[in-house]
């Protein structure tokens, strides 16, 4: 059984930093490196030692999740860690934000989170992790973030 590292926001920021730093310290057959990007994921590919499945799929698409349980279904992969790394935030009043944007907030940087877990832990055994990150926004009053930072502190 294939033991894999699946990591979101993989194509930049905090997730790709996590696929660079897991290169050297986890042992894993397989990172699947997840974001929107399929050309910053290919690139992510030839910074690293360990194999990386780029799996381009913008995770506020409904879709995507259906895809992403195929490929579990399909593998069967031992699934040791899971990061939740994926998030972004529009720094705006509430009043001035599309509502689209403050959906789109939500749907990644919440339900993507509950999502990408519910399919990867039947594939987790003893031993496996989950880190969801969340911002220091989340804990503190900041203007114009109201969105962003309630979005970070449901996860």
């Not at 033991?3 to 979101?8: F, M, P, S």
């Not at 050297?24 to 992510?44: C, F, M, T």
Request: proline share 3%; charged share 25%; net charge negative.
């Amino acid at each position: 059984m294939k033991k894999v590292a699946i990591i979101t926001g993989a194509s930049s920021g905090m997730g790709k930093e996590f696929v660079l730093t897991l290169d050297n310290y986890l042992n894993v057959d397989e990172i699947w490196a997840v974001a929107r990007s399929k050309a910053a994921l290919e690139d992510l590919k030839k910074m690293v030692n360990t194999e990386v499945r780029a799996i381009p799929m913008d995770l506020t698409d409904q879709e995507c999740f259906f895809k992403m349980q195929e490929l579990l279904e399909e593998e069967k992969p031992d699934v040791r860690l899971l990061i939740n790394a994926s998030g972004f935030g529009i720094f705006d009043s509430t009043n001035d934000m599309k509502m689209a944007d403050a959906e789109g907030m939500v749907d990644l940087n919440c339900k993507a989170i509950v999502k990408m877990t519910k399919l990867a832990l039947p594939y987790m055994y003893e031993g496996a992790r989950i880190m969801n990150i969340a911002s220091m926004a989340a804990f503190q009053p900041t203007p114009y973030m109201n969105v962003y930072s309630a979005s970070r502190h449901l996860c």
